[in-house]
């Protein structure tokens, strides 16, 4: 039998799944905005687990860079700010630079994602909850408090020539 020509064309395309079922995704552009109250890490983490569901290994390693990054770059300036004298400069450069880090990652990085599943799926994919990585985000960011309090509390007990010792 000759085939149809008038079908339209058989190709598969790489970069379209095409009748493929859809991963279960945190929403990025969600992830992006809870990135706002928890830092871009996290945000980047629920990224790079999208990367990961979506069988791309490389933009998922790129992801873990972003966290790494933006712990690294929290924690030096929480110690920073905690261990350097008392400065209205630093204070707002502390501030600024969470913004900058967020839009930094999110334009470089994050918006890619947010668009690759909205051309993808557009909005028909299955959702992953969201209590256990707030809940992980939380708990987080109270152990990095209460790991700032520390730090803060025995320099400044050492700084001030007090001495559990007898």
């Known amino acids: 039998m000759n085939p149809n020509p008038y079908a339209p ?31 871009p890490a996290f945000g980047a983490w629920l990224h790079m687990k999208n990367w990961q569901a979506l069988g791309e290994p490389k933009k998922a390693a790129n992801a873990r860079i972003w966290i790494i990054v933006s712990l690294v770059l929290i924690v030096v ?11 209205k400069a630093l204070d707002a450069a502390s501030r600024s630079f969470g913004l900058v880090l967020l839009l930094a990652w999110y334009f470089s990085s994050g918006r890619a994602q947010a668009g690759l599943v909205k051309q993808r799926f557009g909005k028909d994919y299955p959702r992953r909850g969201w209590g256990q990585p707030l809940l992980w985000a939380l708990g987080a960011v109270i152990v990095f408090f209460v790991g700032v309090f520390l730090v803060a509390f025995v320099v400044g007990m050492a700084g001030a020539g007090i001495s559990g010792t007898a």
């Open 9 to 39: 064309p058989t190709a598969r395309v790489d970069d379209v799944a095409t009748g493929d079922a859809a991963p279960a995704l945190w929403n990025p552009n969600a992830a992006a905005n809870w990135s706002l109250l928890f830092s």
């Open 77 to 87: 300036l929480s110690l920073a700010s905690g261990l350097m004298p008392d400065s």
